[in-house]
């Protein structure tokens, strides 16, 4: 009698301490997945919050673990002398950070949709595509871009199983990881790009039985890292809706410029891809200030200032820097710095152009 007692007993307490041991997993599971919940950053944008949350990378993902998985760098430029000077500087940085610590860079290829070799193509690894047909882009030379991906990826040997699409006015300022995992590309959310504001227009293209207009990014095709056989996929779609969308007047209309971005967003949702939203991709002076743990500096931007160091965005300053006045020919070398007081993103972007003009050979020569 006592013996069964005793087990009674002993089965009790084992039962009670399996209990409790039960009780603190769950509840420490719990607390680390309330922890990295509330450390999940919203869509930032320039001028505040977008709305729908980033996809949060694991942490135990983030971290470097296993081999290197190499991306390749890809760029689509044109032949004109304003292309030709971005991709030089850019590819100069490319170089100097691809095998620095923490780099994940592979090979490079500047795609050029021109549709005949030009004077760079012993400067620089480039492959030739078409650009397209005539007067199908209407003006708009942007929308050669997705056409000029999936010439490439059809017809080029390409090593690497993940590729980052870049432009040519990215300078890199810290050596680049791979930040996409196998079904979810990193990019960049521009602030601009509000797919559920221009819900009407999206619908167009993204049909309500595909899902919510959420499920559409808020991002361009660059800076993008993705699975090579993801694009493989996406690239044809992106192409086709860049084209009906300029075919559509009140698309054409509503997007303008940034038409052919909305268009690569709408082509990853129709193949069920979404992106880690990076907001450390990139900065774009003069509206972000601080390079911080930034990868790219993206200038497409036009940085203007007093000499007092005060913006003057929309006038030009008594300083400036605007690729745009370079557009028929390279800038020179040893631009002027900026003068006390203007950010430290824009006095790296001009100390990293000029640096990387005084170490290229033949800058001056009008390439």
């Excluded at 397209?132 to 080029?156: H, S, T």
């Excluded at 002076?285 to 036009?302: A, E, N, Q, S, V």
Aim: net charge neutral.
């Amino acid at each position: 009698m006592n013996v069964r007692k005793n087990a009674g007993r002993a089965s009790s307490f084992l039962l009670v301490l399996i209990a409790l041991g039960s009780f603190f997993a769950t509840y420490n599971f719990l607390t680390m997945m309330t922890r990295n919940k509330s450390g999940e950053p919203g869509r930032d944008a320039a001028d505040g919050a977008i709305g729908d949350p980033i996809i949060q990378m694991p942490e135990e993902l983030k971290r470097s673990v296993g081999p290197k998985r190499p991306f390749h760098v890809a760029l689509t430029a044109t032949d004109a002398p304003y292309s030709k000077w971005q991709c030089r500087i850019m590819y100069y940085w490319y170089k100097q950070m691809k095998d620095r610590e923490g780099s994940e860079m592979g090979g490079f290829t500047r795609v050029l949709h021109s549709g005949s070799p030009d004077n760079l193509m012993d400067e620089i690894p480039t492959f030739v595509v078409d650009p397209l047909p005539k007067g199908m882009d209407r003006g708009y030379i942007v929308l050669n871009r997705p056409y000029a991906f999936v010439q490439w990826l059809e017809k080029a040997k390409i090593e690497e199983d993940y590729i980052l699409m870049a432009e040519p006015d990215h300078v890199f300022v810290r050596p680049l990881p791979n930040l996409a995992r196998e079904k979810e590309p990193a990019a960049f959310p521009f602030f601009y790009i509000k797919p559920s504001e221009n819900e009407k227009i999206v619908r167009k293209f993204y049909p309500e039985e595909k899902g919510p207009v959420t499920n559409v990014d808020p991002i361009g095709n660059s800076p993008v890292i993705i699975k090579k056989s993801l694009l493989e996929k996406i690239a044809p779609t992106w192409m086709n809706v860049s084209l009906r969308m300029k075919e559509d007047q009140e698309t054409d209309k509503a997007f303008g410029w940034v038409l052919e971005m909305y268009a690569y967003a709408i082509a990853s949702a129709l193949h069920g891809v979404q992106h880690i939203l990076r907001k450390d991709f990139m900065i774009q002076p003069p509206w972000d200030l601080k390079l911080g743990k930034t990868f790219i500096i993206h200038y497409t931007y036009g940085c203007d200032y007093s000499m007092k160091g005060e913006l003057t965005y929309g006038k030009f300053g008594e300083w400036r820097f605007d690729k745009r006045s370079f557009l028929h020919g390279p800038p020179p070398r040893n631009l002027s710095l900026p003068p006390p007081g203007v950010p430290e993103s824009v006095v790296t972007l001009v100390k990293m152009v000029n640096e990387a003009t005084a170490n290229i050979p033949g800058w001056d020569d009008g390439r």
